[in-house]
């Protein structure tokens, strides 16, 4: 299925402006041998390779279903979101504590601080020009919902990673330019290997938030329960259903959704007339909520699905959050 033309604007926003301001930084580190400098390259160069695996998660997930993979590649989305929280946190917040570290315990005056100074203004002004488009595509997607609760209910990782990773970039520089001027103006280089550190933790606190919701979405989130609601709304109005018991829903993809339907038909019925029945289910379905890709119905009755949704629920207060 086709990713959706906002989320690849917003990284090929990031991804444009993440490879010049690296290069940028790369320069000015080299020239002033500034610890928090080469973080904030290091950051950048992390942060342009993210937005390369992003795409390259949105082309596999397009990719048709397989032998191999019947219900569809929607998921490596989301294993790829996984990988670049990995390596935000294993490049970009590891490297950027090393180098502080280092720094602190061998400290070197910064060189040509005004340089930096240049770089980082700049930098801030494409950051925040990426920044800006990745959050007004956020705030399109979320509607009402608070900024967490979109996160949390999102099932499209690429536009709040992008927007995360953007948000941590520009707390990064203003981290940076702190730490570089308080270098100079005290005379205390180990202040720029403190900065340094500062944001190897902004990075290390952003990637274990996109981690734990790359996580969730590869184990498996349901539709959102307005989305159920609609679907046994429409299965109720068919005559030979008696009742529409419930749904159980999987996001392969952010438009991807396998639907399992219980149903109990009307008793008369025969097996070519509940076979009808299913068939006018999938086309209407398919005509109004396209985004369910797969639908298995299970004829079964409301007791025998009660019996095992009080199960699920169980199960579910007993799991810790």
């Not at 909520?289 to 629920?313: A, D, S």
Request: glycine letters at 10%.
């Amino acid at each position: 299925m086709a990713a959706h033309g906002g989320s690849r604007k917003v990284i090929y926003a990031a991804l444009a402006g993440n490879l010049a301001i690296a290069l940028t930084k790369f320069a000015a580190a080299f020239f002033t041998g500034s610890s928090a400098m080469l973080s904030e390259g290091v950051h950048s160069l992390v942060d342009t390779g993210n937005g390369g695996l992003l795409l390259y998660g949105m082309y596999r997930a397009a990719q048709p279903p397989d032998r191999t993979h019947p219900l569809g590649h929607g998921r490596e989305l989301y294993f790829w979101s996984f990988i670049v929280a990995l390596l935000v946190f294993a490049l970009g917040a590891g490297v950027s504590f090393y180098e502080g570290v280092v720094h602190i315990m061998a400290p070197e005056p910064v060189v040509n601080a005004k340089v930096n100074y240049v770089v980082l203004g700049l930098s801030f002004l494409f950051e925040g020009s990426s920044w800006l488009v990745a959050l007004k595509e956020f705030r399109r997607e979320k509607g009402r919902l608070g900024w967490l609760k979109a996160v949390q209910f999102s099932k499209d990782p690429t536009v709040y990673t992008v927007l995360f990773e953007d948000s941590a970039a520009l707390l990064g520089l203003i981290v940076a330019f702190a730490g570089i001027l308080a270098a100079e103006l005290l005379d205390m280089p180990e202040l720029d290997g403190a900065a340094s550190i500062g944001i190897g933790l902004i990075l290390g606190a952003t990637a274990i938030f996109l981690a734990r919701e790359s996580k969730s979405l590869l184990m498996g989130e349901p539709a959102s329960p307005e989305m159920q609601k609609k679907v046994l709304a429409i299965v109720q109005q068919d005559p030979a259903v008696q009742r529409a018991n419930g749904v159980l829903t999987i996001h392969m993809g952010p438009r991807e959704i396998v639907a399992g339907l219980s149903i109990e038909f009307e008793d008369h019925l025969s097996a070519p007339a509940i076979e009808a029945c299913v068939e006018r289910i999938e086309a209407r379905l398919k005509a109004e909520m396209p985004e369910i890709t797969r639908l298995f119905v299970k004829p079964q009755t409301t007791g025998t699905w009660e019996q095992r949704r009080n199960v699920i629920e169980a199960a579910s207060d007993d799991t810790p959050d």
